[in-house]
Every structure is written in structure tokens, then in C-alpha cells.
């Protein structure tokens, strides 16, 4: 199952409010999951299946969605939210991520 | 709090074999998914397969061929092994575990995704 990330790159300033769309290539129900990155370290479980919110994330994180299309909204963007992000199919194997979105300081 | 911690040589020859350990320290290795996810320089992540707590193991179809997964319960870690190694497997190496998956209270099942992860190592495959 092929994952596509929009955009592929974003400039945002704090505060401001951050949506980023994962498409798949065929109906993986609520099956997806979305990670934070920053460089030199691991990635970071934000939000399973579709909606759930990982304990000791910020509620300021929200996914959505369900199907082929979910959305990862970060509702007012603060510093330590510059990085990139991935989302995740929990559906079938292999197992896939999207290509990653980047979000940096406008 | 439950932490991973991969261990192994930063630097493989072409043609040999990559061996990883991923020590599991503060928690169970008992009823969970253990994964190995790889980053190349600058790209995105690969799953390469996971391990489970019973012994059974699903592989990327992509390294199906030269990969091996295992499970140590005494010493409480799980291994990967990657053979025949090429540049194009140079990359940085996560250790990552899974949830089993559950269903909430209106029979709905809940797949958790990978919720702790290791620090990650570096692999170059250089002669």
C-alpha cells in the first residue's frame, strides 16, 4: 500500500494552524498511525488508529480521516513543533510510511 | 519507562552480513511486536519486518530473501540479520515495538502504532 503526503514541504509560522493530508493507495479503514520526527533522532508515536491521540501528546495534535484520505492537524503550531512527519499504514504488510512532510519556520 | 537500545558495528563490508541486537531494558519482551525500521541518509523510513514475542516474524517482500529476525527471552532482546549487504543498505537502524492489537468497549479493534522506538545506529556498508 503506497502512502502520499501533502505537501511535501511547509513553511508556517507559530501559531498558525497546520494541516497535512495522507492519501492511500486503497482503503485501509481507520488503520493509520502519524510520527513526528526531528533530526538525529527517532520518531515520535503521535496518533493511532486515525484518531487516538498517544499518551503525553499535546492535544493540540489531531488526526482525522478514514478510508484512503486522513489529515494530521496541529491547531496552533509552537516551536517545538518544527520538524517532519510521517504518517503510517497499521493495515496490512508490509507495513508503509509516506514520504514525510517538513514543516519549518516561515 | 520502558526503553530500547540498538547495539552493533557501525561499518560492514559489501557482501556480508549486518547483525543487530536491540536490548529491551525496563519492560517485558512478552506480548508485543518487535520491528525494525531502517532510514537511509535523507530519506524516508523502511520497514524491514518484526519479530514477535511467540518467535513469528513477517518480512518486508522487498528484503524477504536476506533477512532473518529472532527473539532471545532470557536476555529479554531481538536480533536482525541482513545478508549480502550493498551500499543501498546504508542507512540508520531503529528498533521500534508494537502494541498487540485490542478492541475498546464496543468490540472495535484498536491497532496501536510502533509507541516506543530505540535511538537509533548508524550501518554504512563500505569496503
Known amino acids: 500500500i503506497q502512502l502520499t503526503q501533502s505537501p511535501s514541504f511547509l513553511s508556517a509560522s507559530v501559531g498558525d494552524r497546520v494541516t497535512i493530508t495522507c492519501r492511500a493507495s486503497?482503503?485501509?479503514?481507520?488503520?493509520s498511525a502519524w510520527y513526528q520526527q526531528k533530526p538525529g533522532t527517532a520518531p515520535k508515536l503521535l496518533i493511532y488508529?486515525?484518531?487516538a491521540l498517544q499518551t503525553g501528546v499535546p492535544s493540540r495534535f489531531r488526526g482525522s480521516g478514514s478510508g484512503t484520505e486522513f489529515t494530521l492537524t496541529i491547531s496552533s503550531l509552537q516551536p517545538e513543533d518544527f520538524a517532519t512527519y510521517y504518517c503510517?499504514?497499521?493495515?496490512?504488510?508490509?507495513?508503509?510510511f509516506g514520504q514525510g512532510t517538513k514543516v519549518e519556520l516561515k | 519507562q520502558e526503553q530500547l537500545q540498538e547495539s552493533g558495528p557501525g561499518l560492514v563490508k559489501p557482501s556480508e552480513t549486518l547483525s543487530l541486537t536491540c536490548a529491551v531494558y525496563?519492560?517485558?519482551?512478552?506480548?508485543?511486536?518487535w520491528n525494525w525500521i531502517r532510514q537511509s541518509p535523507g530519506k524516508g523510513l523502511e520497514w524491514i519486518g518484526f519479530?514477535?514475542?511467540?518467535?513469528?516474524?513477517n518480512y518486508n517482500p522487498s528484503l524477504e530473501s536476506r533477512v532473518t529476525m529472532s527473539i532471545d527471552k532470557s536476555k529479554n532482546q531481538f536480533s536482525l540479520r541482513l545478508n549480502s549487504v550493498t551500499a543501498a543498505d546504508t542507512a540508520v537502524y531503529f528498533c521500534?515495538?508494537?502494541?498487540?492489537?485490542?478492541?475498546?468497549?464496543?468490540?472495535?479493534?484498536?491497532?496501536?502504532?510502533?509507541?516506543?522506538w530505540g535511538q537509533g545506529i548508524a550501518v554504512t556498508v563500505s569496503s
Open positions: 521500534a515495538r508494537q502494541p498487540l492489537t485490542y478492541y475498546d468497549v464496543d468490540g472495535y479493534p484498536v491497532r496501536y502504532g510502533f509507541d516506543i
Open positions: 486503497q482503503d485501509i479503514s481507520s488503520y
Open positions: 503510517q499504514q497499521l493495515d496490512s504488510y508490509p507495513r508503509t
Open positions: 525496563g519492560g517485558s519482551i512478552n506480548s508485543f511486536y
Open positions: 519479530v514477535h514475542h511467540s518467535g513469528s516474524t
Open positions: 488508529t486515525a484518531s
